[in-house]
């Protein structure tokens, strides 16, 4: 059982940056695509960005493109989400999320096909 403890979240004005971290219990890092996903207030769970394995492999969603980046070392079993230029519609609960990837270095967005979850980290942005 992979367990997942993400950190970094916080209150920020707008236009203010923040580097979530997520680090997992899994010797084996490297065999998982890591993936941040967020949860703002009545609205659905929605993807944010992803990582293969070996980190060659990264996809944001168009919301943020340019302005998050995820990242990871394997050595430290920790994947990051660096925040830049952020926006009010950017406060959410984020969480990171694990799956096995077999060898696969195709970034998943579907929430449902990732195991593992942490338990999520609180950024609000104010304007």
């Known amino acids: 059982q992979v367990q997942l403890v993400e950190s970094g979240g916080g209150l920020v004005q707008t236009g203010g940056s923040l580097r979530l971290a997520c680090a997992a219990s899994?010797?084996?890092?490297?065999?998982?695509?890591m993936a941040w996903f967020r949860q703002a207030p009545g609205k659905e769970r929605e993807f944010v960005a992803g990582?293969?394995?070996?980190?060659?492999?990264?996809y944001h969603v168009d919301s943020v493109r340019g302005r998050f980046t995820i990242s990871r070392d394997n050595a430290k079993n920790t994947v990051y989400l660096q925040m830049n230029s952020l926006k009010p519609d950017d406060t959410a609960v984020y969480y990171c999320?694990?799956?096995?990837?077999?060898?696969?270095?195709?970034?998943?967005?579907?929430?449902?096909?990732?195991?593992?979850w942490g338990q999520g980290t609180q950024v609000t942005v104010s304007s």
């Open positions: 999320a694990g799956r096995r990837n077999w060898g696969s270095v195709v970034v998943i967005t579907n929430d449902k096909q990732y195991d593992y």
């Open positions: 899994e010797r084996t890092f490297s065999d998982y695509s």
């Open positions: 990582i293969s394995g070996g980190g060659g492999y990264k």
